[in-house]
């Protein structure tokens, strides 16, 4: 990403398509000169630079002697905006045409267009926000569900910076306990000292180990669960699809082979994101298009997080359904037995020789029946039945990263004390960890891969 902090950059910050506004954002030194040159205000003894900050004002953008549209413009002055540079921010009519050339105007006028993130990351090297923090706000736009959205606004708030801070303050009590020591040796507190810094970092590691833990839940908040629905023909998987969607998605038939192609939809189930795929009735079949489709299912049951199988409880089990049940061996599986309305022919003993019994569900998806109980065991199979701790952090893969390379650096300097090492090596591992935590916060972190994290972003933010 070229950067020059010089510049003042603009974007469209609003999305392209109709709409009843649109913003294009300014940011830099120049942000007020450049609204001087193509901005009045209703008010034509009013001048720019003397506009009052975070105020919003009436009136027009010129290109020269030329109208280009009626606005309302938010001036905000620097340190106290979202990249703390002055910020100049016009909310036009929406549509392509009009927020364009608002933008055109701008560019004309000494403006240079913005990178992808660039906003935000000029906040980050401005300080008002970390590298966490600004991770934060990409989960904050991409967030499905409302606890997703909760859980990026802690990130946002500082509740992963904070954590971080405290180990990191930690590990700097320790060594600076430690450094005494080598200073002063006359004291012959050298055994002592590492006693604590043993007793001490075995509390911070446990912290981590939390921290850690909790990754696998931030990824399903933020990706969601990668979910197919599997059976042989003319179970109810279509019908399952519409019930949990709210509408008529696949079409639902009592001819065989209807769905061949996959059906791909996003749900949430009490606030889970699943990305739900539809799949083709696996069964032997001479017709080589279903045929095709069968071999995807297949392929989707191999690579998914979560398989739904669905068995006609109403009628006997057949060799297909067992088909299907070896094929999710080994994977996270939830079995529903489904058309419990019509009567019951399948023993729930025959499918527990497949699956645990407590992922064995009798539901009516046309009827509306026990779908309460897959969804209570969703959350159980995903979440141990709590997925709203107020306490818990979400981590993503980057940070997991860093805390298990930091975490490491502790478990040696543990092994150093037991093996009766200089105190001065225990330090060199303390102040690994310690950097390793400074990579979450961005601030001993290489460029390439700031950039490729700002890069992320949608342009204007």
């Known amino acids: 990403m070229r950067l020059n902090l010089g ?3 603009v974007a469209i910050a609003t999305p392209v398509g109709s709409g009843g506004i649109g913003i294009v954002r300014i940011s830099g030194d120049d942000s007020v000169k450049i609204l001087s040159k193509i901005f009045k205000s209703v008010n034509d003894n009013k001048k720019v630079e003397k506009i009052k900050s975070h105020t919003i004002n009436y009136g027009y953008i010129y290109d020269g002697d030329k109208l280009v549209d009626e606005v309302l413009v938010s001036v905000m002055k620097a340190p106290k905006t979202y990249t703390k540079e002055d910020v100049v921010e016009i909310n036009c009519h929406g549509g392509i ?6 933008l055109e105007t701008v560019i004309k006028n000494g403006g240079r267009l913005a990178d992808r993130g660039e906003f935000t990351k000029r906040g980050f090297l401005n300080g008002r926000i970390d590298l966490s923090q600004a991770e934060g706000i990409i989960d904050i736009i991409n967030a499905k569900t409302d606890l997703g959205h909760n859980r990026a606004i802690k990130i946002l708030e500082g509740s992963l910076s904070n954590a971080i801070k405290e180990y990191r303050e930690e590990i700097l009590l320790m060594i600076a306990n430690i450094e005494v020591s080598i200073d002063y040796p006359e004291h012959e507190l050298e055994h002592e000292n590492n006693l604590e810094t043993e007793k001490k970092t075995k509390v911070l590691i446990k ?30 998987k279509s019908s399952l699809l519409n019930n949990l969607v709210g509408e008529d998605k696949a079409i639902v038939t009592d001819i065989k082979g209807t769905t061949r ?5 996003y749900i949430n189930i009490k606030d889970i994101p699943l990305k739900i795929i539809d799949t083709a009735g696996i069964r032997n079949t001479e017709d080589i298009i279903e045929r095709k489709g069968v071999e995807k299912s297949k392929e989707y049951a191999k690579e998914a997080e979560l398989c739904f199988v669905v068995i006609d409880i109403s009628e006997k089990l057949e060799d297909e359904d067992k088909e299907v049940l070896k094929i999710v061996k080994g994977k996270k599986v939830i079995v529903l037995l489904n058309k419990i309305d019509l009567g019951k022919k399948v023993e729930v003993k025959e499918i527990e020789k497949y699956v645990d019994k ?8 046309k009827k509306d029946i026990g779908l309460e109980k897959l969804f209570e065991r969703l959350e159980e199979k995903f979440f141990d039945g709590d997925i709203d701790g107020d306490e818990e952090i979400y981590i993503s893969n980057r940070h997991k990263q860093c805390l298990v390379k930091a975490k490491m650096s502790l478990e040696t300097v543990i092994e150093s004390v037991n093996m009766g090492m200089e ?10 960890s310690y950097d390793s935590l400074l990579e979450i916060t961005g601030e001993n972190l290489g460029d390439n891969i700031i950039d490729k994290i700002f890069s992320e972003f949608c342009l204007g933010k």
Do not use: H
């Open 7 to 9: 510049d003042t950059i």
């Open 97 to 102: 045409r009009a927020v364009n050339k608002v």
């Open 423 to 432: 105190e001065d090596l225990l330090v060199i591992d303390l102040k690994d």
């Open 358 to 365: 407590e992922d064995i569900i009798e539901i009516s998806a």
């Open 261 to 265: 192609d996959a059906i791909v939809e």
């Open 207 to 236: 912290k981590m180990e939390k921290l850690i833990s909790n990754f696998d839940k931030g990824k399903i908040i933020r990706e969601g669960i990668s979910t197919v629905i599997l059976g042989k023909p003319n179970v109810g």
